[in-house]
């Protein structure tokens, strides 16, 4: 049976394959699926879907949201969603509104220790890409400023760097919502690596699965086996249904790859196919 990977990240967000390189590699590699859920945007949906065109493989439209849930950051991948309702991307522009008056700032805080960076470079740089702090980190990179993209979180940009700046905020609740109004499913992205007590882990799933959570990422790519077994069983305890991705970014997780993650995934075609089905596509 073909893999398939349910959590990719192309150029439109913190990735470093454009949406054509995403399908080429896919199909390389055999998968019978890929879902393309970059962050916040789907404005690399339609070339990807359009390079899959002939191939035989599956393009799924999805994205992945980042929210809060008392200050903890938690993500909301959303599946076969309608990626051209105009609600939808109303709302997304709004997001992508929010996430530019927060780089702004975050260049002022770089300007305010003697550190030049450049927003508008940025853009022209990546000029199709939803900027995140990634590409903060890939600019100081290639700027000489730091030695690798580890070093930029650690010294300036992680949650207790001097040029972070906290973001407007958005919960599950809300992503959940958005997610199932263009007919969507909704993942609960990773869930291990949030580090959560099995307390915590079960007060997150309450409150998910009360705001109709459908599925959880159970299948990924740093897992161990003993956390997969973990995740398939939270699933299984509260009915809901599993996914499973690599999250690739290309170079910006070198060690991760597509389909395979870090050589041990396999997300079966029927998971994709069981997701469909709750879809109602």
Not at 36 to 45: F, K, M, N, V, W
Not at 215 to 234: K, P
Request: glycine fraction near 8%; hydrophobic fraction near 40%; aromatic fraction near 8%.
């Amino acid at each position: 049976m073909k893999p398939v990977d349910l959590h990719v990240h192309s150029t439109f967000s913190d990735g470093t394959y454009t949406p054509e390189e995403l399908v080429r590699e896919a199909v390389n590699k055999g998968l019978a699926a890929i879902a393309l859920t970059d962050h916040d945007t789907t404005d690399g949906i339609p070339e990807a879907v359009k390079a899959a065109e002939g191939t035989g493989l599956w393009l799924i439209p999805g994205i992945e949201f980042s929210t809060f849930v008392q200050k903890k950051e938690i993500h909301i991948v959303g599946l076969f969603i309608d990626y051209e309702n105009e609600a939808f991307n109303n709302r997304l522009l709004e997001l992508k509104s929010e996430r530019d008056t927060r780089n702004i700032k975050i260049c002022q805080k770089f300007k305010d220790i003697g550190i030049d960076v450049s927003y508008n470079e940025m853009k022209e740089m990546y000029h199709e890409s939803v900027i995140t702090r990634a590409h903060f980190a890939d600019y100081l990179l290639k700027k000489g400023i730091v030695h690798d993209r580890n070093e930029a979180f650690d010294r300036f940009i992680g949650d207790r760097g001097p040029c972070y700046v906290d973001r407007d905020k958005i919960t599950p609740k809300d992503a959940i919502e958005l997610i199932h109004s263009v007919g969507g499913v909704a993942v609960l992205a990773h869930p291990v690596l949030y580090h959560l007590s099995d307390v915590s882990m079960h007060s997150l799933m309450d409150y998910l699965v009360e705001n109709n959570i459908q599925a959880l990422e159970a299948i990924y790519s740093t897992y161990s086996l003993g956390e997969e077994v973990q995740m398939r069983n939270l699933a299984k305890e509260y009915n809901i249904l599993i996914s499973g991705g690599s999250d690739f970014h290309g170079a910006n997780k070198p060690s991760i790859q597509l389909g395979t993650g870090k050589g041990h995934l396999f997300v079966p075609l029927e998971v994709a196919k069981n997701l469909q089905k709750l879809a109602g596509h």
